[in-house]
């Protein structure tokens, strides 16, 4: 009887286990499926080589059969035409000429710089709470929803608030908030300067942009006479254009570059808080006053040849996508007043859907110019039987892990980042610099990609010939994209950045809820 039971367990635990074996993946299958997939990569990669090999070994063998006569008889009827030898040769000239003359002149990084504030400026979740109850604005319920929102941001404790809103009571006001934006902005640029060794009277070409804050005179006229800048710099200032507006200028100064010889460009990126916290209790409008921090770069290009050896980057693409037309993509970020005449940012809850469209669009664009055939081959084929032959398959995501070795996100927020990170199937390596910015710094609107890149040149990443895409989003709606390709070989012990005092402490885990302690 006891065998029997023993039998009966055995038996029982046997096909338990045999059903547990069942239920997983076949990974003998899966990892047959890479290598097959790994081969295609390679076989679509090197198709050209393998095409040119049986070519150049049939021309070979036709060479060889080629004796002494049959060369003097070629050399016999090329009678030597010198009014063909000028015409052709003039021709040659001119095409020559006709290409270096209207080819696109190649625009490289040659450094930037991040602003980090001074540790005063320093808010923790906590004092943000203090701060928001202390406002005597916000209704019990709502400030509950903020630091519901703030658990759950991804925000760390080391994030910078503007000085004006730190005191008790706020002190929004116009001079703060020209304040803030000087200190941000000379800031970033006198570290830029520094690194460079480039003086201000060299800079012919300025692009500042800061969506929320436009005084009269401009930010960027604010540069041009703290810095004296020369009489004929060509300057401009863009505003309202959300926190895609850093790629916006980049692909602005990359215009500017084409036609304008032996120039640099100093691109500036920033948001102002001091005069755009809102201070109601409309909900969708409060989500903006518990994400965003301060900060800000500043960014050096030039399209002289002479500066490739001492730049960081060659600017290889930009693709800008623009929404607008549509209604619900207009709307999903929208600067009004609440019902109280509270001016406020307001975010729509299509925003996700609106920027996952613009998202598809923009890579629609930027995919042919970056992926490898074999990546494009698989989508192609993937479109042609859904929509020719009307299968029932799941759209085939390119995969851009083939095309750029490093990814800078726009650190919009924890939901935007983790719906890039699933649909663009990338892993937590690549996800790092966006979420550790988030973490460190907050939501710094336009500038956060320069934040991000900063933290992979931190860590001893970049290296020489990687590929870097920097992917924004913006009211309007707007998706920008800029691929950089590296000049050389990054090493963070020569770099000045905002992490290189802390990077060791990095990567930190973020859990889902981080609950903030009562005052």
Same mark, same amino acid.
């Given at each position: ?13 046997? #096909? ?10 076949? *990974? ?22 393998? *095409? ?13 059969? =080629? ?9 016999? /009827? ?13 021709? #040659? ?18 450094? *930037? ?21 202390? @406002? ?38 116009? @001079? ?12 970033? %640029? ?14 012919? =070409? ?38 895609? @507006? ?21 691109? #500036? ?21 518990? =994400? *965003?921090?301060?900060?800000?770069a500043a960014i050096l290009l030039s399209n002289r040849s002479s ?8 600017? %290889? ?31 729509? /809850?299509?925003?996700? @859907?609106?920027a996952g469209e613009a998202l598809k669009t923009n890579i629609t &664009? ?12 698989? !989508? ?26 490093? !990814? ?53 990443? =970049? ?10 989003f913006g009211s309007g709606f707007k998706c920008n994209s800029a691929?950089?390709? &590296?000049?050389?070989? %990054? ?29």
């Amino acid at each position: 009887m006891g065998d029997e039971n023993n039998k009966n367990s055995v038996s029982s635990e046997t #096909v338990r286990i045999s059903v547990e074996v069942n239920n997983l993946p076949n *990974f003998l299958q899966s990892i047959r499926l890479r290598y097959v997939k790994l081969g295609y990569h390679y076989l679509i990669s090197n198709a050209m080589y393998l *095409f040119l090999v049986p070519v150049l070994g049939v021309l070979s063998v036709h060479v060889m059969t =080629i004796s002494v006569e049959d060369l003097i008889q070629l050399l016999d /009827k090329l009678k030597f035409n010198l009014i063909t030898v000028i015409l052709c040769s003039a021709l #040659v000239v001119f095409l020559g000429t006709l290409y270096f003359m209207t080819r696109p002149r190649k625009v490289y990084l040659v450094d *930037f710089s991040c602003y980090k504030p001074m540790p005063d400026v320093m808010c923790s979740k906590e004092v943000f709470m203090e701060r928001s109850k202390q @406002a005597g604005v916000f209704t019990e319920e709502n400030l509950a929803f903020q630091k519901k929102i703030l658990e759950r941001s991804g925000l760390g404790q080391k994030t910078y608030f503007p000085e004006a809103l730190l005191r008790v009571p706020a002190e929004p006001n116009m @001079a703060e908030a020209r304040k803030e934006a000087e200190m941000v902005m000379f800031g970033a %640029i006198d570290e830029l300067l520094a690194k460079t060794g480039v003086k201000a009277k060299d800079i012919g =070409i300025l692009v500042v942009n800061c969506s929320l804050f436009n005084p009269t005179p401009s930010l960027s006229a604010m540069i041009v006479n703290h810095y004296k800048l020369r009489g004929n710099v060509m300057s401009y200032n863009l505003g309202g254009m959300g926190c895609s @507006a850093g790629l916006i200028s980049i692909d602005l100064a990359k215009q500017l570059l084409q036609v304008n010889p032996n120039s640099y460009a100093l691109v #500036v990126s920033m948001e102002n808080i001091t005069l755009n916290w809102y201070f109601g209790n409309n909900r969708s409008m409060l989500v903006s006053n518990c =994400i *965003f921090r301060m900060g800000g770069a500043a960014i050096l290009l030039s399209n002289r040849s002479s500066d490739r050896r001492h730049s960081k980057y060659q600017l %290889i693409h930009t693709v800008r996508t623009h929404k607008g037309a549509d209604d619900r993509s207009y709307g999903c970020v929208f600067q009004e007043e609440d019902e109280k005449k509270e001016i406020g940012v307001a975010l729509s /809850k299509d925003l996700m @859907a609106v920027a996952g469209e613009a998202l598809k669009t923009n890579i629609t &664009t930027l995919g042919p110019l970056v992926l490898p055939m074999s990546e494009q081959l698989l !989508f192609f084929m993937t479109l042609v039987a859904r929509k020719i032959f009307k299968m029932k398959i799941k759209p085939y995501i390119p995969d851009f892990k083939l095309a750029f070795e490093h !990814f800078c996100i726009h650190a919009g927020g924890r939901a935007v980042l983790d719906e890039l990170e699933k649909n663009l199937e990338l892993s937590q390596w690549h996800m790092e610099p966006s979420r550790m910015t988030l973490y460190r710094f907050g939501n710094t609107s336009s500038s956060s990609l320069w934040y991000e890149l900063a933290y992979t040149e931190a860590k001893g990443r =970049i290296k020489k010939g990687d590929r870097t895409w920097q992917i924004a989003f913006g009211s309007g709606f707007k998706c920008n994209s800029a691929v950089w390709r &590296t000049l050389k070989t %990054i090493n963070p012990a020569k770099e000045k950045n905002p992490w290189m005092d802390e990077v060791h402490e990095f990567p930190v885990e973020v859990p889902r809820i981080v609950t903030i302690n009562d005052s």
